[in-house]
């Protein structure tokens, strides 16, 4: 099993709730946060293309964050989540300077803090919470080595972009195009 | 909760009723039900009055017109010395040094009532002016960089507001979020961030027809000084 979020850049209108609904599921402190929201806009008016995207950690299968961690405080845990085990963290920040999405920040009380696709959520069955709030739906989660899922499908069916390829991290977020 | 609260304002005459239970009896009383029938079905249809609510196929109908059908030309409007039919009236153009001032809601915020909210002023607690890449050249202006607005009728923004570069703009125009801009101090977060699109909006057309109304037929120079420096010192 690997999980995946599958964001539609088409229907992302950029309204950032999932950034609020992930602060306070989360306890993020205000003034930081798991995931954001980029705009690009390219050509000239009125040739204007504007892509809206959320974005927060791509829990790469190939993470360099991970590998970097000197405590072993960022690991891999089941569905191929990256996560941070705060009381193992020294707050070295190598994984912050490692990651080529700037997916991780120093939490005040001193541990890196990242998003963890909301994994308490998951062992209840629901959706992280970005994707429960979104209020155009553009945003799917799930299991990608399972063919019959949404987010397969949609892969399947449209074509994509992932964050940063040339990293070579084999990012698990993808956005649709 | 309410009756309580009534009550003790003395105003025990308006909650002539012991709880709510009763007002609700009531008005199912009224209504050719009870609180016992309703209890027991949950929902209850009644009959229409007003005939159906939709028209058959085919059936013929008639609209409440002179004609009585739906009318693209309208005799009634014709007498009254209105365009029978819409004619294209061209808008008003900004004058030279001038920009239409446009302006629309920003994702994050529901009107200008979520802008204490700590978490969604983390995310925006300013507007900024948009202007294009082509009038930021001409304007001399640069990103981030703080302007004052002045309207066509002379009415000059209370804060400053920071300019946005940006192809998503016209070049006749420039654009705002509303909602910002407050000059209320209790408001801790959004006191004096950006500027009120409301202040420079003085001039409202009125569809004379209709009576709609548009309020983006105003024209705002943009101040590079401070217009209130030269008052303070």
């Known amino acids: ?7 539609d850049t088409l229907k992302c209108v950029g309204c950032s709730d999932c950034v609020v609904a992930c602060q306070s599921e989360n306890n993020v402190p205000i003034g930081y946060c798991r995931d954001w ?10 040739l204007v293309e504007i892509e809206l995207k959320s974005e927060r950690c791509n829990q790469c299968d190939n993470a360099p964050c991970v590998r970097c961690c000197p405590t072993g405080a960022s690991h891999k845990a089941d569905g191929g989540i990256v996560l941070v085990t ?11 300077a490692s990651c080529p999405y700037d997916a991780r920040y120093q939490h005040p009380d001193g541990y890196v803090d990242k998003c963890t696709f909301c994994a308490h959520r998951l062992k209840k069955g629901q959706n992280p919470a970005c994707v429960s709030v979104c209020p155009t739906k553009c945003m ?6 399972d063919p019959t899922t949404k987010v397969s499908h949609l892969l399947a069916s449209r074509k994509f972009k992932v964050l940063a390829p040339e990293a070579g991290t084999k990012p698990n977020v993808y956005y649709l195009i | 909760m309410t009756k309580e609260i009534g009550s003790r304002l003395d105003l025990q005459a308006y909650f002539v009723y012991k709880d709510f239970e009763e007002v609700i009896a009531w008005q199912l009383n009224e209504m050719g039900s009870s609180l016992e029938e309703m209890k027991k079905i949950g929902v209850k249809n009644f009959k229409r009055k007003s005939g159906p609510l939709y028209l058959k196929k085919d059936e013929a109908y008639e609209f409440a017109t002179n004609s009585g059908k739906i009318e693209f030309y309208s005799e009634e409007l014709a007498n009254l010395g209105l365009d029978p039919m819409p004619v294209y009236t061209s808008h008003e153009s900004p004058e030279q040094g001038f920009y239409r001032l446009n302006y629309g809601r920003s994702p994050m915020h529901t009107f200008s009532r979520t802008i204490n909210n700590p978490n969604l002023s983390d995310l925006t607690n300013e507007n900024t002016l948009w202007v294009n890449p082509k009038v930021a050249r001409i304007e001399g202006l640069k990103n981030g960089q703080s302007v004052w607005l002045e309207n066509q009728d002379g009415i000059i923004s209370s804060f400053s507001i920071n300019v946005r570069v940006t192809e998503r703009i016209r070049w006749d125009s420039v654009y705002m979020y509303h909602g910002f801009g407050h000059d209320n101090k209790k408001l801790s977060r959004a006191h004096g961030k950006g500027v009120s699109d409301t202040e420079l909006i003085s001039n409202i057309k009125v569809d004379p027809l209709m009576g709609g109304t548009g309020m983006r037929g ?3 120079k943009i101040l590079i000084d401070n217009p209130t420096k030269e008052v303070l010192l």
């Open chain 2, 218 to 220: 105003n024209f705002v």
């Open chain 1, 86 to 96: 705060a009381d193992e963290c020294i707050g070295c920040g190598a994984c912050i």
């Open chain 1, 140 to 145: 799917y989660f799930g299991d990608i080595d």
């Open chain 1, 37 to 46: 929201v980029t705009e690009s806009v390219n050509g000239t008016y009125p």
């Open chain 1, 1 to 7: 099993m690997k999980y995946a979020m599958v964001i």
